[in-house]
Structures are given as structure tokens and as C-alpha cells.
DNA sequence: AAGTGGTCTAGACCACCTT
DNA sequence: AGGTGGTCTAGACCACTTA
């Protein structure tokens, strides 16, 4: 075994809820049994389920068992942190990316206070508008510490920035703060999107972290009102 | 002892962080160096943590140690689950609660598909104006399984309906579905709000689930334009 | 009474970082 | 090499549910 066992189980048994091999709101093995059968001891397979939970795959009742949850609900899981090319993939919907600027500059004092830097660093600022079913519909602005990605391409843009950063340069994203509120469109808004007479936009404010916990990238999705969607799942209490 | 010892570990950490007492971006004792101070051993040592981390208290280095975030920016944290009443205490600002409406009633086919019930289950109806500076900016629609909550009164809906649901009660939230979209104001928006020239409003459902995953409330928060804000925390991957 | 999940322990080995 | 967090184990006791 060279990965983690919790892990695989917890994956093992996404992949058997999902499939549907495992029905909604039935009764998983008792933890007792997974040990068995997993040939694992109990914290391990206590670990896995717990991760289920969190997730919103299962339901712990104490002197009963483990439940799964419909979890068929989930068409738009903007929950998290998932990019635009994940999404639109799950989704199955034809989507294109436009990159509309590339540049490295110095960041104006908006910026500097996001990234929490001084006008010395240079920042990546990235815009590209996002386009599903023929209109485009959001405009993701992207401001990148240059310390932390040396090089871009407008080719590496078009794709995924996120697979880049995660697979070429091995950049370990750690966690994020979102920040969702609505704003009055910008010039830019109206110029790279189809903004029909909408006079409100949704923005979505992401500070973005490496596993260092050193703010890298902070990214303004700017999305249409009638398109704008956000799931969330949350447990109470602790 | 009485109660669980990593969560008396994890809320003595959160004070001393919120406190000032453990300044932001500073090394936490280690997890060898807590058990000491604890007396207690390491896997409940490492519980705790690891609450600290899922709710953005903390980053972990391997190798290197626990430090603290800067957790000062969370003026607003709609993130979880928290009803209007304690959000707008911790906000220290002045605010109110007019209830509109409060019935008993045989809901209208769209709630009887948001609550997965047919209309022979009565449900109670609270309609409730949040009032913040003189202005009614958030209208919640509750919608209550009345199987679940047999009595309900004015005077609780005017305080906290989720204090009588837990605390008189006993009743155990555990989980909720939320989603964020944007939509026309409907002529009860127009008629309990403070709408202005606004020509949408932010939609927020929240599916609320108890212990046993049953679904027992639909709630429907409509907040003015200029006045929502959602702040979400996100770790990334597992 | 038996089964279930919740908590806690003491110890082990590993991978990573610092010196 | 020593300290740190990450994983895993085997066993214990508890609280809750069901029969």
C-alpha cells in the first residue's frame, strides 16, 4: 500500500454511492463490518465515514448506522472550490473560454490591498470571459503573484489554470475565502460580456491560498443575475 | 468531566485565537506539547486541530507546525448555519423583526415539492421583515412541518425560531442545503420590503434537516440587492 | 442484551522540515 | 538527528437504539 487507506475507502464508497450501486437513504455496513471488510481497524473506518459526512454523503445516527443521503441534488456544486473547467464539464454543456487580456503589470492599490502586497510585487492580471450556449455570461478576472508563477501563456489560460498550477508547477492550493455580493457592472463587464439590460451583477470574491497558508492569487468572477447559481452544504454545531 | 474533551480543548484554542491571546500567523504549541498542557493524548490533541482547520482557525505544516489565520476578516459569516438573530448580534447593530404572517396551513404544490410532502401534511407559514437602520432589507419565509412542530407563537417568531426549535424543543439541527440565486421581486417582496428601485432580488433556500436526516423546514431568506453578503470558507481536496 | 456509533488511550511507524 | 504533523492499530468504555 503506498496511499492512504481512509482515503481509498472514503473514495471507494463515493464511487459505489454514486454509481448508484449504493441507494439513496439505505443503511451502509456497521463500522464493525467495514473493518472487516476493508481489513482496516475501526478509526480508520470511522476517518472515511466521517469524511462522507462532512460531505454530504451520509447521515451518522448514533444506535443505528450510517445513511446515505440523496445526493442526487447536486447538478451545480459551486460549493467549494471547483474552477470554471471542472464545472462546465460536469455540467455537460458546450462552454468556451475567451482570454481577453494577459498581462503582467504593476498592480493598482485596489489590487495591492487584496494580495496584501506593496506596489513593488508584479502580478499576473488574467481577464477571460466565459461562455456557455452562445452568450457570455461570466468574466473571471485573475491577479496571480509573479513570485509564485513565473511564466504564463495565453495557451495555458484557454484550458485550465488551475490544472497549470496544481500539475506543471505542483503548487499545493490549500483553502480559500469566497465573498459573494452584487455590484453594479464596470465598464469592462459590459465590453467583454452579453449583458442584456441587467443593471446588477453578482460578483464572487476569491482569495485563493497555498498549503503554506501565503495568499497567492486573489480572482473576481463576475457573473450574470439570471445565470448566477451557488450550492452549499453545511453541517451545524461542533 | 462531563463533556467531550477535544471539543473543551477546541473552544478554549478559539478563545484564546479570538481573544488576542494567540496572535494571527503564530506558531501553536505542538501536538506533543499539548497533550502535556492537556493531559490528555494525542488523537484527541489532533481532534481538536483539526476542527481549528476546517473552520479557517489554523493551517497545519507537516514538519513544521500549527499556525494561527488571520481570522479577524470574518465580519459577516454567513457560512454555515446561523440564524438572522445571532448574525445581527455579533454585527453589534440595531435591528428588528416584524412578523408578517403566521399560519397554519395545506401548502401550494411548489412547497410541497421543496418540503417532499403532499397536501394532506399541514404546514406552518412565517413570513418575517428583518429590519437593520429603518430599513426592511431581508424578508425569511419559514416553512414548517407541523408534525415536527406542533405549537407555534407570535412572540417566538418575533425572537429566534431556531432557539424554540433547539432549546424548548429539543429538536437537533444537523444539516442544511443552501442555495443563492437571483430573481424578480414578487409582490409580497414589494409589499414587506424597503425594496427602492431595485428590479431583482437575491433569492437564498435553505433545506434544513434534522438528526435523523428528515426534512422538516424550507426557509426562503430574500435580501435586497445592496445589502447581501456571503462569506464562505473552503479547503481544498482531501 | 446485543448492536451501533462516539470518545479516548498508548503506542507505533512514516514523511517532512530544520539544524 | 530530532522535532513536527499524518496515518494506523487494538483495545477500552460510553450512550443510544432496537429487540
Given at each position: 500500500?503506498?496511499?492512504?487507506?481512509?482515503?481509498?475507502?472514503y473514495?471507494?464508497?463515493?464511487?459505489?454511492?454514486?454509481?448508484?450501486?449504493?441507494?439513496?437513504?439505505?443503511?451502509l455496513?456497521?463500522?464493525n463490518?467495514?473493518?472487516?471488510?476493508?481489513?482496516?481497524?475501526?478509526?480508520?473506518?470511522r476517518?472515511?465515514?466521517?469524511?462522507?459526512?462532512?460531505?454530504?454523503?451520509?447521515?451518522?445516527?448514533?444506535?443505528?448506522?450510517?445513511?446515505t443521503?440523496?445526493?442526487?441534488?447536486?447538478?451545480?456544486?459551486?460549493?467549494?472550490?471547483?474552477?470554471?473547467?471542472?464545472?462546465?464539464?460536469?455540467?455537460?454543456?458546450?462552454?468556451?473560454?475567451?482570454?481577453?487580456?494577459?498581462?503582467?503589470?504593476?498592480?493598482?492599490?485596489?489590487?495591492?490591498?487584496?494580495?496584501?502586497?506593496?506596489?513593488?510585487?508584479?502580478?499576473?492580471?488574467?481577464?477571460?470571459?466565459?461562455?456557455?450556449?452562445?452568450?457570455?455570461?461570466?468574466?473571471?478576472?485573475?491577479?496571480?503573484?509573479?513570485?509564485?508563477?513565473?511564466?504564463?501563456?495565453?495557451?495555458?489560460?484557454?484550458?485550465?489554470?488551475?490544472?497549470?498550477?496544481?500539475?506543471?508547477l505542483?503548487?499545493?492550493?490549500?483553502?480559500?475565502?469566497?465573498?459573494?455580493?452584487v455590484?453594479?457592472?464596470?465598464?469592462?463587464?459590459?465590453?467583454?460580456?452579453?449583458?442584456?439590460?441587467?443593471?446588477?451583477?453578482?460578483?464572487?470574491?476569491?482569495?485563493?491560498?497555498?498549503?503554506?497558508?501565503?495568499?497567492?492569487?486573489?480572482?473576481?468572477?463576475?457573473?450574470?443575475?439570471d445565470?448566477?447559481?451557488?450550492?452549499?452544504?453545511?453541517?451545524?454545531?461542533?
Open positions: 500500500m503506498r496511499v492512504n487507506k481512509f482515503l481509498t475507502i473514495e471507494n464508497l463515493v464511487e459505489r454511492i454514486q454509481s448508484g450501486n449504493i441507494k439513496p437513504n439505505t443503511k455496513p456497521s463500522e463490518e467495514l473493518v472487516e471488510q476493508y481489513g482496516t481497524s475501526r478509526e480508520t473506518v476517518k472515511a465515514l466521517n469524511l462522507l459526512s462532512q460531505n454530504g454523503y451520509i447521515q451518522k445516527i448514533k444506535g443505528k448506522g450510517s445513511f443521503l440523496d445526493v442526487g441534488k447536486y447538478d451545480f456544486p459551486v460549493s467549494g472550490l471547483v474552477s470554471f473547467k471542472e464545472l462546465a464539464e460536469k455540467m455537460g454543456k458546450p462552454w468556451k473560454t475567451i482570454v481577453c487580456e494577459l498581462d503582467l503589470e504593476k498592480p493598482d492599490p485596489y489590487i495591492q490591498k487584496q494580495l496584501n502586497i506593496n506596489g513593488k510585487d508584479s502580478v499576473w492580471k488574467i481577464a477571460r470571459a466565459r461562455e456557455l450556449e452562445n452568450e457570455r455570461i461570466i468574466l473571471d478576472k485573475d491577479y496571480v503573484l509573479q513570485s509564485v508563477v513565473p511564466t504564463l501563456s495565453k495557451k495555458i489560460c484557454e484550458g485550465s489554470l488551475f490544472a497549470y498550477l496544481e500539475g506543471e505542483g503548487l499545493k492550493i490549500s483553502f480559500a475565502k469566497k465573498e459573494i455580493s455590484d453594479e457592472p464596470t465598464e469592462e463587464d459590459y465590453r467583454y460580456l452579453d449583458l442584456k439590460d441587467y443593471k446588477h451583477i453578482v460578483v464572487v470574491k476569491n482569495y485563493i491560498y497555498l498549503e503554506d497558508a501565503s495568499l497567492f492569487q486573489y480572482t473576481e468572477s463576475r457573473h450574470r443575475l445565470k448566477f447559481r451557488f450550492v452549499d452544504f453545511a453541517r451545524r454545531g461542533h
